[in-house]
């Protein structure tokens, strides 16, 4: 941020009147959007991207700051996202981070972060242990975490009758997490977990041995955790693999997010999981959102778009409150709160995670026959997650 001196300042209300205290006071601020551009995630980051210029456009008039956007790739690669990283903060010299798509990540990008004190806005990774053990007061998350998507959905599941469930993930940060959580919950409830499996992250290409798996397991039902490229193909084979009749299929709503459902086409009919945005709330905000993104891209909005948009929201917010350096900004992204497409949305301050309500939903098709949409069957109410080790609450 280029700041003016108070002598500059004098010099121009002198010379231009009050008038000119708001431009004086205006500060560039320059964003390093840090996202997978290629690889399994690649749509994933351009979705995030197109969110947050429209929030941009949408909030930016809140605020006399204006916004400088550098991009990088992380190319879902943690060792070439922590270089990244540094090359925007140190060569490019970025006022706020905003981005991370993989939990691995993200993980691999906190220690840095934290020590150069750069704020980072996590836009999509949902890494317990970024506002659990490791958190940071440099890290808020404007996407969910990996236990809020899935814990309710054990409850949830016990209650709809299911009691016996086998699971399966790729074998990463987020799988491990996503599925450790909605097994907690299940079994605490009384359910029981007759087996598990976790494929090669970003290697799987046949899934059948595993559903082999799941289908001789004795299971009421299967719940996994998958997106991007490879939630399209495990969508597609089970449903080639003859196992949805008889064993239904839930899990985290990365599964059938609106971005690639219908890459997916009738294989996701039916499917049934949990998410903290569908383009199918019904509010105010949500209605603004989807109508303007529709309009930009000709096609709904995802849950990827809809974390760029709030993360640009809360930017535009915090600067709007006058924060002027990265300690400001990093404490004014801690006290986010507003009403906005998902909801009532807010950070909690003890963790710098956020806090939402978790939609449960089945995909169906349009009324018209064309195309796949979103049928909230629940809302499940929102709750902090623990702190998990965090220190941030004192």
């Known amino acids: 941020m280029k700041k003016l001196t108070q002598t500059a300042v004098a010099a121009l209300i002198a010379t231009l009147g009050t008038s000119a205290v708001t431009s004086a006071n205006a500060e560039d601020i320059k964003v390093g959007l840090l996202l997978p551009y290629s690889g399994v995630y690649a749509a994933l980051g351009n979705e995030i991207e197109a969110g947050f210029r429209l929030g941009l456009e949408t909030f930016g008039g809140e605020t006399t700051d204006t916004f400088e956007i550098v991009t990088e790739d992380t190319e879902v690669k943690p060792p070439v996202a922590l270089g990244k990283a540094k090359k925007l903060v140190l060569q490019d010299e970025v006022d706020v981070l905003v981005g991370i798509v993989s939990s691995g990540v993200l993980g691999a990008v906190r220690d840095f972060v934290d020590g150069a004190k750069v704020p980072l806005i996590v836009a999509n990774a949902g890494n317990d242990e970024a506002t659990g053990a490791s958190c940071s007061a440099y890290i808020t998350r404007l996407s969910f975490s990996n236990g809020q998507v899935n814990r309710p959905m054990g409850t949830h599941l016990y209650e709809q009758g299911v009691r016996k469930v086998f699971t399966m993930a790729p074998d990463y940060a987020a799988g491990r997490q996503m ?213 941030l609450g004192g």
């Open 179 to 391: 599925i450790g959580a909605f097994a907690e919950s299940f079994t605490a409830a009384g359910g029981e977990i007759v087996g598990q499996d976790w494929t090669p992250f970003q290697k799987t290409q046949d899934f059948g041995p595993y559903m082999a798996n799941a289908k001789a397991s004795g299971a009421d039902a299967v719940y996994v955790f998958y997106a991007g490229g490879e939630a399209i193909s495990f969508v597609k084979q089970y449903d080639s693999f003859g196992l949805k009749a008889d064993l239904p299929l839930y899990g985290a709503g990365f599964l059938t997010s609106p971005l690639y459902v219908n890459a997916q086409g009738p294989a996701a009919i039916g499917v049934i999981a949990a998410l903290h945005y569908v383009p199918t709330i019904e509010n105010d905000a949500n209605k603004v959102f989807v109508e303007a993104f529709s309009a930009a891209n000709g096609r709904s909005p995802s849950e990827f778009a809809v974390h760029g948009y709030d993360a640009a929201r809360a930017l535009v917010l915090a600067s709007a409150g006058g924060a002027n350096d990265g300690e400001a900004l990093a404490a004014a992204l801690s006290k986010t709160s507003f009403d906005g497409p998902r909801g009532a949305t807010s950070i909690d301050p003890a963790t710098n995670n956020i806090v939402q309500p978790i939609y449960v939903y089945e995909t169906v098709a349009n009324e018209n026959g064309e195309g796949l949409t979103q049928k909230i069957l629940a809302t499940l109410p929102a709750t902090p997650d623990a702190a998990n080790g965090c220190t």
